[in-house]
């Protein structure tokens, strides 16, 4: 085709499109209010108003605007160059992720990526399996001891998905009480990051509630990441953990590695992309499982007939076909991540829908994921969706719990595999139950979360 024709498809394409309908909200705070009140909630509401449209949606001073028809999805995802992280919600992050594949763009981010891929390749991940598995069995075994004690699920995720994430990361050679410390910064970190991403638009000095809290956490774990990795650079030490395989990585075309910087931002980047999200989906996995009680047996007898009561390998997941699609199932009832931040610098069109330039994009897979066009009965858990014969004619993006295109979740194998060991080995041991009356709300919080936690009780299996 000739560059005047792709011109005048060009200028066909503006003159045809169609201006973006924006939800206002209440006066100066637009939609705020109902943001933190129920973010997912009223995501939802907007989309199901406007099927099939992108929608601008006023936070304060700014105009977010939602895009959530997969074929939209995928125009997004698949033109990073477009629609990048140079501002926005972004910006907000940048203290305590820094530049780690989370949040770096352009050129950048493509270098660090293709050094980073070879990372997370199936040798690496079994290598690291039988360290993973390690600590969920010492973490199972600790659950066991809370007997018929009640316990708040979405807390004892969170610790075993640190366990997991951060032994992984830096291997067996970090005292337990040093991972402790440095876990509690990086969750107070994350609390200033959830306020500080959806107030975006505030200047960065604004004083909000707990900064001071925010900004000393991001101090303490710059020192404590970079110590880290200048004490194992200096060693010289060849482990299996993600640590090593950091200081490993090279540039294909320089040869170089990453300076001290680099590799603590793609650390904190892992732990935050790694741990939440893996502690969240399996918090609404169990509130799930016994919300129903015949996929939960079906689960257990699975799990039952591939391992019986010993321990998983990684050659065993792939036999865990069922438990698989009961963790997909769950991740698109309550997606870790319910929204996704994008960018676009310069005026653009998704679907014929004009976007203003410097307007930050949301994608919300919360949305997506329930979206009756694509998934009928959209609220019932029936992880048999995800059967091969039932997913086939599924649109690509109306599904994409880890992100998409070259920036989907470069741990996302990683991410399935710890669900499914933590799946399987706990349902060996234990058999949780939401304690009567506990009200169960999905949070506004940078991850899907629970409002006011998870009650449970754990009963033997």
């Given at each position: 085709m ?14 045809a499109?169609?201006?973006?309908t924006?939800v ?11 943001i ?12 199901r108003?406007h099927?099939?449209e992108v929608?601008g949606?006023r936070l304060?001073?700014?105009t ?18 477009t629609?990048?992280?140079g501002?926005?919600?972004f910006t907000a ?12 763009d352009g050129?950048f ?17 079994a290598?690291?399996?039988?360290l ?8 199972v075994?600790?659950?066991?001891t ?7 699920m979405?807390v004892e995720?969170n ?13 067996r050679?970090?005292e ?24 975006s ?5 604004f004083p909000?509630?707990?900064e ?5 956490a991001?101090t303490?774990?710059d020192?404590a990441?970079l110590?880290l990795v ?7 030490a060849?482990?299996e953990d ?12 320089t040869?170089?590695?990453?300076d001290?910087?680099?590799?603590r ?7 935050v ?13 169990w509130y799930?499982?016994?919300q ?13 007939d ?6 998983p390998?990684?050659?065993?997941l792939?036999?865990l076909?069922?438990?698989k699609?009961?963790i997909q ?17 310069n005026?653009?069109?998704v ?10 994009i ?19 858990f029936a ?5 091969p014969e ?8 109306a ?9 989907q ?6 991410a ?9 080995m706990?349902?060996q041991?234990l ?6 009356g506990?009200r169960?709300v999905?949070?506004s ?12 009780t754990?009963?033997?299996?």
């Amino acid at each position: 085709m000739s560059e005047i024709a792709i011109r005048g498809d060009e200028v066909a394409a503006q003159a045809a499109a169609k201006d973006t309908t924006v939800v206002r909200g209440y006066p100066l705070v637009g939609g705020l209010i109902d943001i933190f009140r129920d973010g997912p909630g009223f995501m939802t509401r907007v989309a199901r108003e406007h099927p099939g449209e992108v929608v601008g949606v006023r936070l304060g001073p700014t105009t977010v605007y939602l895009v959530t028809h997969p074929d939209h999805v995928q125009q997004v995802v698949l033109d990073w160059r477009t629609f990048g992280k140079g501002g926005g919600m972004f910006t907000a992050t940048r203290p305590l992720l820094g530049h780690g594949l989370l949040t770096s763009d352009g050129e950048f981010w493509l270098k660090q990526r293709r050094m980073m891929q070879p990372l997370f390749q199936p040798a690496n991940l079994a290598a690291l399996t039988n360290l993973m598995i390690e600590v969920i069995e010492r973490e199972v075994a600790l659950l066991v001891t809370h007997g018929s004690a009640i316990i708040d699920m979405e807390v004892e995720m969170n610790v075993m998905s640190q366990r997991v994430i951060l032994e992984t990361m830096l291997g067996r050679g970090i005292e337990r009480s040093e991972t402790d410390r440095l876990n509690l910064q990086l969750q107070s970190a994350l609390e200033g990051l959830n306020r500080r991403m959806f107030l975006s638009f505030l200047p960065e000095r604004f004083p909000l509630p707990g900064e001071g809290r925010y900004r000393a956490a991001i101090t303490a774990i710059d020192e404590a990441m970079l110590r880290l990795v200048q004490v194992r650079r200096e060693s010289g030490a060849e482990r299996e953990d993600l640590l090593s395989l950091l200081l490993r990585a090279r540039d294909e075309e320089t040869g170089k590695g990453m300076d001290d910087r680099q590799v603590r931002d793609e650390l904190v980047s892992i732990f935050v992309a790694g741990q939440d999200a893996t502690a969240k989906a399996m918090t609404w996995l169990w509130y799930l499982l016994d919300q129903s009680p015949e996929v939960e047996e079906r689960l257990r007898a699975e799990i039952a007939d591939v391992l019986g009561t010993r321990r998983p390998t990684f050659e065993d997941l792939a036999q865990l076909r069922y438990t698989k699609r009961v963790i997909q199932e769950a991740m698109r009832l309550y997606p870790p991540a319910w929204m996704i931040p994008h960018f676009v610098a310069n005026e653009t069109l998704v679907g014929g829908h004009r976007i203003p330039a410097r307007s930050p994009i949301l994608l919300s897979p919360f949305v997506t994921h329930r979206d009756p066009q694509f998934w009928p009965d959209p609220e019932a858990f029936a992880p048999d969706r995800f059967a091969p014969e039932r997913s086939a004619g599924r649109p690509r993006y109306a599904y994409y719990p880890f992100g998409g295109g070259g920036h989907q979740c470069i741990g996302n194998h990683f991410a399935m595999m710890e669900c499914q060991l933590i799946t399987a080995m706990m349902a060996q041991r234990l058999r949780p139950s939401l304690v009567a009356g506990h009200r169960v709300v999905p949070s506004s919080s940078m991850t899907l979360k629970p409002r006011y936690g998870m009650k449970m009780t754990l009963g033997a299996a």
